[in-house]
């Protein structure tokens, strides 16, 4: 009777390396990477670079993350702007709805958040009528 072997299949970024000349080169999980997902620092950081949140995305997931703590619907982004640790998002939410809307009272809060969007505070900064102007009695 034969021995049976066990089938080993090739991983798809080995094959790919091989298919196209280039090596692939192994991680410490023992898997196998095409050279563009190597280890290197320089590598690295770029990576980190392409997944970072742009401002935009940055300024959703803070306006998210506020609605889920506060219960209070955004009506929109005012300010964003980058600190030390992160970012500064301020969001306009809706505090107190009235009739006519032009009463509404509405909120301001600054949101901050990490380079990946995680909350790391808020505060409100100041509630004033939907149908006032600013600098206005």
Same mark, same amino acid.
């Given at each position: 009777?034969?021995?049976?072997r066990?089938? %080993?299949? /090739?991983?798809? @970024?080995?094959? $790919? =390396? ?11 999980? !023992?898997?196998?990477?095409s ?18 949140? %742009?401002? /935009?995305?940055l @300024?959703?997931? $803070? =306006? ?11 009506? !929109? ?61």
């Amino acid at each position: 009777m034969a021995e049976e072997r066990p089938v %080993r299949k /090739r991983p798809a @970024a080995k094959s $790919a =390396a091989r298919s196209s000349g280039k090596p692939a080169a192994s991680s410490t999980d !023992g898997s196998a990477r095409s050279p563009a997902g190597s280890a290197s620092s320089d590598d690295r950081s770029g990576q980190e670079r392409s997944r970072r949140l %742009r401002p /935009r995305q940055l @300024a959703e997931q $803070a =306006a998210s993350q506020l609605l889920e703590l506060t219960g209070k619907q955004p009506e !929109g982004v005012t300010g964003l702007h980058r600190t030390d640790d992160g970012w500064v998002v301020v969001v306009e939410v809706l505090e107190l709805h009235r009739v006519p809307e032009t009463t509404d009272v509405l909120a301001s809060y600054e949101v901050e958040v990490d380079d990946d969007g995680e909350l790391l505070g808020y505060r409100r900064r100041e509630r004033f009528v939907r149908g006032s102007t600013e600098g206005g009695p």
